[in-house]
């Protein structure tokens, strides 16, 4: 069901897939606001930036599944590695003291 490329114990696997994986996401989640908006004229979230952090949620999913079903430590890191990057970006983008 999970291609190999997946179960690899990589650094380098974890890091693209904390990668790409929010970037699709953030398109399906933008993809589906505009579609609320056309039809029921009401935005998915109050604020347009919150899709982006809810984006990066989803990296939450292979973290888990790298970490406790696979026990592959450096795929687990470089997901983590990734998430924590987008969130720190997101918070000096959106939230500048």
Not at 29 to 57: G, M, P
Not at 69 to 97: D, P
Request: glycine share 6%.
């Amino acid at each position: 069901m999970i291609p190999p490329l997946l179960k690899k114990d990589s650094f380098l696997t974890g890091f693209v897939l904390g990668l790409v994986l929010p970037l699709v996401f953030y398109g399906l989640v933008l993809l589906i606001d505009v579609i609320l908006v056309q039809l029921v004229h009401v935005h998915l979230t109050k604020e347009h930036h919150y899709l982006y952090l809810l984006s990066v949620a989803i990296n939450l999913i292979p973290v888990r599944y790298y970490f406790v079903a696979l026990k592959t430590e450096k795929s687990g890191r470089g997901v983590l590695l990734v998430t924590g990057v987008y969130i720190l970006t997101y918070f000096f983008m959106f939230y500048q003291l």
